[in-house]
């Protein structure tokens, strides 16, 4: 069994192969390419370099993807909650 | 009306109704409001991917990106480096260089900061990205954010989710005369007839959420809104009637008995 590292993903302590590249972890995690960013140690990679940067200990990895979001923020809206006029 | 486009930064957008995707039940919910509102704009936030359930749907699976543009926004972002951090991870993950810039100010109010905003529009300007900026009803800003090479900018109506309606049509209205390029008046509106007022004033489009979102029958209120702003342009073209205090009789004098 190959060497394991540990690594941040998404805020998140999580091991990985020691040879793994993003590429790998990206399908570890049945998560499709097409409409993510990853941005590794701050830095945002490009879609075609997923599979050449290798992922070394202490990394810091952040997956982001589209949610629904509006005319603006949606948290504060939403713990708030809606009135509706009677 | 069959054929009147909007057109920013050479882009032609069909729809003069721009929908946020943000609050809605789910994504089934969602998918019938935008169809209903006939949106071919929707905006987007940028978030972690959940990495612990992967059963969990995408929103985008819901929409087709044949059909409409995705507008990802910097919502939630608070200072200039957040808002260029979110900014060029939607770029990263999309398809477009258009981004939809919130440099918010103060969590209550969600106005934005305006002095904030500027400085991140000229940066993501020089970056190559077509910069839609959330601002105040500030024509000064307006102007400034004109200047610094956006292609269009969003004044709000009023508070983000507020459903106040608008709450200075005066300064939108020197707002649309002063700024040469599109205005679309984004946030505070609360039902059809606000949407319909925003356009009369000269709004080129109106975006949404919370309005329909958050209405009792958001599919219905979708359009509503619809209606609204497609009524609202059309009275601004065909120009309304000036106000006068007294009446102007609409039958004639002669031939009465």
């Known amino acids: 069994m190959a060497a394991t590292i540990q690594i941040q993903v998404n805020g998140e302590a999580r091991d990985c192969r020691a040879d793994a590249t993003v590429g790998d972890l990206l399908r570890e995690l049945a998560i499709k390419t097409e409409r993510v960013a990853v941005e590794l140690n701050l830095e945002i990679l490009d879609r075609k370099d997923f599979d050449g940067r290798s992922l070394h200990a202490g990394d810091r990895l952040e997956i982001l993807s589209f949610i629904g979001g509006g005319a603006p923020t949606d948290a504060q809206v939403r713990e708030r909650g809606f009135v509706h006029a009677e | 009306m069959q054929n009147d486009p909007l057109i920013i930064a050479g882009r032609e957008f069909q729809s003069r109704l721009w929908v946020g995707t943000g609050k809605y039940k789910d994504f089934a919910e969602t998918k019938k409001a935008i169809e209903a509102s006939g949106a071919d704009v929707v905006t987007v936030a ?55 810039l919130e440099v918010l100010g103060d969590e209550r109010t969600l106005f934005p900061d305006t002095a904030g905003l500027i400085e991140a529009a000229r940066i993501l300007v020089k970056e190559g990205f077509i910069v839609l900026p959330y601002t105040n009803d500030d024509p000064i800003v307006a102007q400034k954010l004109v200047d610094v090479g956006c292609p269009a900018v969003m004044p709000l109506a009023a508070p983000i989710g507020s459903g106040l309606g608008i709450r200075n049509p005066y300064n939108l209205k020197i707002i649309m005369e002063m700024i040469k390029v599109p205005i679309i008046v984004d946030a505070g509106v609360g039902t059809a007839s606000d949407a319909a007022f925003a356009m009369e004033l000269g709004a080129d489009a109106v975006l949404m959420n919370t309005a329909i979102a958050g209405a009792k029958d958001p599919i219905a209120m979708a359009e509503a809104m619809k209606y609204g702003v497609y009524a609202g342009r059309l009275a601004y073209k065909a120009g309304r009637i000036p106000r006068k205090l007294y009446a102007t009789a609409s039958s004639p004098i002669e031939g009465m008995l």
């Open chain 2, 46 to 100: 940028v978030r972690r991917v959940n990495i612990t359930d992967r059963s969990k749907e995408n929103l985008l699976d819901y929409l087709d990106p044949k059909k409409y543009i995705i507008l990802p926004n910097t919502a939630g972002c608070y200072n200039v480096e957040d808002a260029l951090r979110y900014a060029r991870l939607a770029r990263a993950a999309g398809v477009s260089d258009l981004i939809k």
